[in-house]
């Protein structure tokens, strides 16, 4: 979780850097870090902190994949689902990981644990089928491997402290 | 200069200039989304693609037209068959999510989609894949938006932020799910948003009061000009059934360009207000014009003979047309009445007089001309509020790297980076002069800033003066001739721009010798040497600073005869009302702040609007000699009813006004 | 077993450190570079090697270097792309995993060529671990005196920073990377001018690939000759690190010199065929190339090559098919991965994409039409005049499908099935 000293930090390299708007993909990965992800709010803080507009940040927080305009789990899992992972499996890895959690892709589970994203080629394609959790990779994966890496994640301290933050209801919630 | 064959038709075109525009010499017009002359070429698109079957390595087969620079010797088709076959599949591809809202969308015989679509041999669709759609965004009571039209020529953004510099409109998302709209639903804060329906190419934006208010083939368009400030943009009326249903932004090569502030465009809704006069007033009655004309005259009459001609004072207008200033100029003089009294006081008149002193055709810039400037050099000028298109203007000048100077008292603000002197009004000349070396007089506290204007105005060879008239003292515009023969001594090419207090300000500058100012027609009033009134098409409340003392000057009026096509204000009833025509009923001549002389032909005949007759229904079957609501008339006719004098026509005003004699009103645009 | 140079380092489970790399002959380029030769001649040294980008574009580094003119304009920036998006390749990664000061003194002689103060590594945000390991190991070679002011007494100052990209394929491509940089929406932007002429904020840029600038402390110490040297073919220079995967038994990265066979990555080194499965085609250099079959089986794997048969060496990043891939299906996943990444900037990138996805997913689910076929050719020949590179490369496979494997298409719509589904 990024600390209020590390948005401080933050704040010193925009006014260190000559143009500050080329951290701005920085900025919101901060933002969205310490947050969970980048709410209205957050694109209003970023665009504070860099001297741009709102809208030019939401250019830009839209137009990436990692950067999350929803909120998300404490976990995201994204599956690769280019041609080689295709090949070997990653729909298997899919659906498994649909029913086992109970969402579609694209949905964040109830108890604010998993979010299941596609994700295109992600570079592992020596070890396929591979996903990311919150950008590590897990792969090769079987079925077996995949339910104790969920497991565990299910069963970590990370994970209680984001169950009791999902009954919380400071959590943000995305208005349009 | 390059001589290329488009078509085998031979053209010769300045070097730079791209395909598309050297086709368009020859009057072809090839097929474009996103390109737009002032918005300049992106290649987003790709529906200009030619064929280019001669040309330097690298430049042949099918390119882009926009994109490629028109070279010698290439030969060029529009017409090759993988070319158009190129172009009918691009527009395919764009119509695959296109709604099918033709029916139902106000672009509709306007559209550049449709037209390209058509033109382009694009019919029967074979995509079988969904459409995607969008959710519109309430953008504000003048913009309509509806996504699922759009075709992502990135038109609106390029404009609306690259040329007009506001940073509330952007593009969102990626790919095919491409989204143009706000951060957040709310109005659009830039005052030229207005030109989006118009670049638009489909009906993602179109103009939202007059949403479903008529087709493009439904309305009669007719050429006007803008009359709410001194630059005359050209526009396009679209009328209906006796009212302007919308205006559009008409290109001029020299005034405005292709664009049109939103003031301007928006600013008709007076001429078919529901409570707009159209017939004459005697005592608050209503009366024909032909009698409360007479009433007028006899009542004048009266007070003439008692008191002397002295005694009637007339106002006249910044909005009125030159027709209509000459007519109450000539009034005033053949019967010795005070005035027309056009400004507001004593600066302003010597200001604009001052302004109009020093026109002159060397420093004189146009707005399209201003946008080659190197330097600019704001004096008391707040173009943003005095004269929008002004600020876009300035605003491609600093794109192309003019640095924008502003010496005024007002935090101004203006849509680019400038550095901004703020002193106050009456130093704004000594500071110019110190800055130009002709001045040792100057404010210590600010010789650095004075420092960096001298050395702007060094490096420039194309500097242009903006100077105002609105808060400055009465010298500056003087002032800003000096500096412009000053830098044209130093070598440079200077301009010089004024922006005036009203669309006719320098037709005022004309009639205004010898004339009283509206200060001192009050100061009159209240003596008790004027005891009579005839205000022409002027809104005193507007811009005289103190309303209790205006309302009791008023008040002791014996007489107040008022000309206007607005309800009159104030609450002293007007003894007399005579209803004016606008200008959009009678048109005139208007000289705007460059001293072009710009003649209005009418839109419509006057009269009230059907939709205020028939409730929205089928127009009604009576059948009466008059048009309804017809009452209003020229402001420069009723000076001749009200003179009774016949030949107060705009055609004899040359002889009572030598300025206008070198006028000839066939040969002005 | 052919000469290791950028793998040579390479171990089973961790980065070679500083000084294991300097044991290997490393940053000793940088220190004759910077003691004896000026800025031109480490130009014409790369030049004369025909270090070609291995990025995807193959555009020879020298001259790219060359068009910096004498008296451009300071700063000058040197970017590494590190965005390695292209699907099956994966070289990047290893490369980073393997030798991260391999690269970092490549930045350092690359940039010492343009005389540019400033590195930026542009890292894909999926590759996180990568770009804290690069990190590090800038801050050990700023301590060990290789990167900051004044490098080696030489005069040559030099930093370089890690920047994480949101995310996006397009990043990949130079103009929408120096827009990404920017803080701007990473869409291309065609030249004129040229990044090496004005780039970064208006600067002159020289953008490489991270297998490119890896190849140039090998090429400085050993000589242009002895890169050339390396290769199997006339034409050829240097290793290159093929990244293989699908169906064979040892997908991985190996460096083996250019010109190397086809035949020979595939069975000597990635373990053969899976599961005793015929070979039936692959891609030979990542998503936007077009398919080798059978008959190219033993194909040359360099630039020219590839090229003579119509193809593209690109990124050497080999997926294979067997005998139960249809052929169709791969295809339509790869078109579903470009319609994905469409920065949507020109029309038949934006809608041609998908539209040419819709017409093979409806020949896949056996709602194919025999008029599709011309339809989809018609279509690929015009996505080659979108904006960018991206549509045509998108279109390679669609094209080898269409050259090479019409007959799957005809059976698909014949069939109204995919003849491959349940085998």
Redesign the interface.
Same mark, same amino acid.
Do not use: Q
């Given at each position: 979780m990024q600390t209020e000293s590390q948005t401080e930090s933050l704040e010193k390299e925009i006014q260190a850097a000559e143009?500050?708007?080329?951290?701005?993909?920085?900025v919101?990965?901060a933002i969205q870090a310490r947050d969970g992800y980048l709410s209205?709010a957050g694109?209003a803080e970023a665009a504070g902190l860099?001297g741009?507009?709102?809208?030019?940040i939401?250019?830009?927080a839209?137009?990436?994949?990692?950067?999350y305009r929803e909120p998300v789990g404490r976990y995201v899992i994204?599956i690769c689902?280019?041609?080689?992972c295709?090949?070997e499996g990653a729909e298997t890895i899919g659906e498994h990981l649909m029913k086992a959690l109970g969402i579609r892709m694209g949905e964040t589970t109830p108890d604010g644990l998993f979010t299941l994203l596609p994700?295109?080629?992600?570079?592992?394609?020596?070890?396929?089928p591979a996903i990311?959790i919150n950008?590590?990779?897990y792969g090769p994966l079987t079925i077996g491997e995949l339910d104790r890496i969920i497991d565990g994640l299910r069963n970590s301290d990370d994970a209680n402290e984001a169950a009791a933050e999902a009954a919380n209801p400071k959590k943000q919630v995305l208005k349009? | 200069m390059p001589k290329l064959i488009i078509d085998n038709r031979e053209v010769v075109v300045s070097p730079g200039t791209k395909i598309i525009e050297a086709a368009a010499q020859l009057d072809i017009m090839i097929p474009r989304f996103c390109y737009h002359p002032a918005l300049g070429a992106v290649g987003a698109c790709r529906v200009c693609a030619v064929k280019v079957l001669e040309g330097p390595a690298r430049t042949t087969g099918i390119q882009m037209s926009c994109m490629l620079d028109a070279q010698d010797g290439m030969v060029v088709s529009t017409t090759d068959a993988e070319a158009a076959d190129f172009r009918r599949h691009i527009i395919e591809f764009l119509m695959l999510h296109h709604p099918h809202d033709c029916p139902v969308c106000d672009e509709g015989g306007h559209c550049l989609l449709q037209d390209m679509t058509i033109s382009g041999g694009h019919g029967i669709r074979r995509y079988k894949g969904k459409k995607r759609t969008h959710r519109d965004q309430d953008l504000g009571p003048l913009l309509q938006h509806e996504m699922n039209r759009c075709i992502q020529c990135y038109r609106c953004v390029r404009f609306y932020r690259e040329y007009a510099g506001y940073?509330?409109?952007?593009?969102?998302?990626?790919g095919s799910r491409v989204?143009y709209g706000?951060?957040?639903a709310g109005t659009l804060q830039s005052p030229f948003s207005g030109n989006l329906a118009d670049i638009c190419p489909t009906g993602v934006f179109t103009d939202k009061p007059s949403r479903y208010r008529g087709r493009r083939w439904d309305f009669e368009r007719t050429p006007s000009v803008c009359i709410h400030c001194s630059l005359g943009c050209h526009t396009v009326v679209c009328s209906r059934y006796r009212e302007v249903i919308r205006q559009e932004a008409r290109f001029s090569p020299t005034v405005n360009g292709y664009f049109i502030c939103d003031r301007g465009r928006q600013g008709f809704a007076y001429a078919s207000s529901k409570d707009r006069p159209r017939s004459a007033m005697v005592g608050g009655r209503p009366s024909s014009v032909a009698d409360a004309a007479s009433e007028a005259r006899s009542r004048i009459a009266r007070l003439q003979q008692a008191h002397g001609p002295g005694s009637i004072a007339c106002v006249g207008s910044l909005r009125s047309s030159l027709e209509t200033q000459g007519a109450w100029k000539s009034a005033c003089k053949a019967r010795g009445w005070q005035g027309p009294a056009f400004f507001q006081d004593d600066r302003e008149g010597a200001a604009v007089l001052g302004a109009a002193a020093g026109l002159d055709r060397s420093y004189a810039v146009s707005m399209v001309e201003m946008e080659q400037a190197d330097l600019i050099i704001l004096l008391g000028a707040d173009p943003v509020n005095e004269a929008p298109m002004t600020a876009l203007a300035l605003r491609q000048a600093a794109r192309a790297g003019a640095p924008i100077v502003a010496l005024d008292p007002r935090p101004i603000a203006l849509p680019m980076p400038f550095s901004h002197i703020p002193i106050p009004a009456s130093e704004i000349g000594t500071v110019f002069e110190a800055a130009l070396g002709t001045s040792e007089n100057a404010p210590a506290d600010i010789a650095d800033d004075i420092d960096q204007l001298r050395q702007a105005m060094d490096n420039s060879r194309r500097p242009v003066i903006v100077c105002g008239t609105d808060v400055v003292p009465a010298s500056l515009p003087a002032a800003a001739v000096a500096g412009a023969a000053r830098l044209e001594a130093s070598g440079k090419s200077p301009g010089l721009f004024y922006l005036l207090p009203g669309p006719n300000a320098m037709g005022a500058a004309l009639f205004a010798d010898k004339a009283p100012t509206i200060a001192q027609v009050v100061a009159d009033i209240e003596s008790g040497s004027v005891r009579g009134l005839v205000l022409v098409e002027n809104r005193l409340f507007h811009r005289y600073p103190d309303r209790q003392r205006l309302e009791k000057a008023l008040a002791m009026l014996e007489l107040l005869v008022v000309v206007d096509c607005l309800k009159p204000e104030g609450d002293r009833r007007p003894d007399i009302f005579l209803p004016a025509a606008t200008v959009f009923e009678s048109g005139g001549i208007f000289i705007n702040q460059e001293g072009r002389a710009q003649e209005i032909a009418p839109s419509f005949k006057g009269g009230t609007p059907l939709s205020q007759i028939t409730g929205g229904d089928h127009p009604p079957r009576e059948f009466t000699p008059g048009t309804p609501g017809a009452g209003p008339e020229p402001a420069w006719s009723l000076a001749a009813l009200l003179t009774g004098d016949a030949d107060e026509m705009p055609a004899a005003l040359s002889e009572r006004c030598p300025a206008l004699s070198t006028l000839s009103i066939s040969h002005l645009t | 077993m052919y000469p290791q140079v950028l793998l040579q380092n390479r171990k089973p489970d961790r980065i070679a450190t500083l000084a294991e790399y300097q044991r290997s002959g490393g940053y000793e380029g940088l220190s004759r570079v910077l003691e004896a030769q000026a800025p031109t001649e480490v130009r014409q040294v790369l030049l004369d090697a025909i270090l070609l980008g291995r990025g995807g574009a193959a555009f020879p580094a020298g001259v790219k270097m060359m068009t910096v003119a004498e008296d451009a304009p300071f700063p000058r920036y040197l970017v590494c792309n590190a965005d390695?998006?292209?699907?099956?390749?994966?070289k990047?990664?290893v490369l980073i995993h393997a030798d991260p000061h391999q690269l970092i003194e490549g930045m350092a002689l690359a940039a010492y060529a343009v005389s540019a103060e400033h590195g930026i590594i542009f890292i894909?945000?999926?590759?996180?671990?990568a770009a804290r390991i690069l990190e590090r190991e800038i801050g050990i070679a700023r301590e060990a005196g290789f990167l900051g002011k004044n490098i080696l007494g030489s005069g040559f100052s030099f930093e370089l920073v890690v920047?994480? @990209? &949101?995310?996006?394929?397009i990043c990949g491509e130079v103009t929408a990377q120096l827009n990404?940089?920017?803080?701007?929406?990473?869409n291309p932007k065609q030249p004129p001018p040229y990044p090496t002429e004005k780039g970064l904020?208006q600067k002159p840029t020289v953008l490489q690939n991270v297998e490119t600038l890896c190849c140039i402390p090998h090429i400085l110490k050993n000589g242009a000759q002895w890169f050339k040297d390396l290769a199997l073919t006339e034409s050829g220079a240097g290793t290159k690190v093929f990244?293989? @995967? &699908?169906?064979v038994n040892r997908?991985?990265?190996y460096e083996l010199p250019m010109g190397v066979r086809l035949s020979e990555i595939i069975e000597e080194y990635a373990g053969g065929m899976k599961n005793g499965a015929a070979f039936k085609a692959c891609?030979p250099g990542g998503?936007s190339t077009s398919y080798l079959t059978q008959e190219h089986y033993h194909i040359e794997m360099d630039f020219e090559a590839l090229k003579k048969v119509g193809n593209r060496l690109g990124t050497g990043?080999i997926?294979v098919?067997d005998q139960h891939?249809c052929m169709v299906a791969?295809t339509l996943?790869?078109i579903?991965?470009f319609a994905?990444?469409s920065?949507g900037w020109c029309t038949p990138c934006r809608e041609g994409i998908p539209y040419i996805r819709d017409i093979l997913w409806r020949i896949e689910t056996g709602e194919g039409e025999a008029s599709d076929i011309p339809a989809l050719r018609k279509i690929c020949k015009y996505l080659w005049h979108a904006y960018c590179a991206f549509a045509p490369g998108a279109v390679a496979p669609v094209e080898g499908l269409l050259t090479y494997f019409e007959d799957e298409m005809t059976a698909h719509i014949n069939q109204k099935k995919c003849p491959f589904k349940g085998s």
């Open positions: 143009h500050p708007r080329e951290l701005a993909v920085d919101m990965a209205d694109v860099l741009m507009s709102p809208v030019e939401e250019e830009l839209t137009f990436y994949t990692f950067i994204h689902d280019s041609v080689v295709w090949m994700v295109c080629c992600i570079g592992y394609c020596d070890r396929v990311l950008k590590k990779a349009r | 940073d509330d409109l952007g593009v969102m998302g990626i989204y706000r951060f957040e | 390695e998006m292209e699907p099956g390749t994966f990047d990664r894909r945000p999926e590759y996180e671990g920047h994480r @990209s &949101g995310g996006r394929y990404a940089l920017e803080g701007r929406r990473p904020w990244g293989i @995967s &699908g169906k997908p991985g990265c891609l998503a990043a997926m098919f891939t791969a996943n790869l579903e991965f994905r990444e920065c």
